[in-house]
């Protein structure tokens, strides 16, 4: 197996939160980077705007990217320490003026360190209520972290 295709295997299968316990600490380090780069959203990416961002068959928006590539990857593994690690981001960075958001992302992080699969999905889901509406109107093509 060539070196590309057995590091596009690892990442995927760090992706998908398979355990590798058969491979080698260096070997799992480049897997973790590649699946990591994979995830991350890059802050150099261009910012859509919010009539070519989160529709079907657009992109999706920064923050939305960010979600999906964090928190619901984070949370389909059941990677509970970088899920935490990535409630405490979302909590650091809250929108101005949106109320409960930095308290909801806590919430979620000490839920995510208490690896309280139920308790994080009604939290994710009573943030959402609380905030997606006006965040996609006012926000939606805002590059992350302004």
């Not at 197996?1 to 380090?29: E, F, I, N, P, Q």
């Not at 949106?98 to 994080?120: F, K, M, R, S, V």
Request: charged fraction near 25%; proline fraction near 4%.
């Amino acid at each position: 197996m060539s070196s590309v295709t057995r590091s596009t295997w690892l990442a995927a299968a760090l992706y998908t939160g398979l355990v590798l316990g058969s491979c080698r600490t260096a070997d799992k380090r480049e897997a973790e980077a590649e699946a990591s780069a994979l995830r991350a959203p890059s802050p150099t990416d261009a910012q859509p705007s919010a009539t070519t961002c989160g529709s079907s068959g657009s992109p999706d928006c920064p923050l939305q990217h960010w979600m999906k590539a964090t928190l619901q990857t984070y949370q389909r593994a059941r990677d509970y320490e970088h899920l935490s690690r990535a409630f405490h981001e979302l909590a650091e960075h809250a929108p101005e003026g949106y109320a409960d958001w930095q308290t909801q992302a806590e919430h979620g992080a000490e839920l995510a360190e208490q690896h309280d699969a139920d308790a994080i999905k009604h939290a994710c889901k009573a943030c959402h209520d609380a905030h997606r509406s006006r965040y996609r109107r006012e926000r939606r093509a805002a590059a992350l972290w302004e």
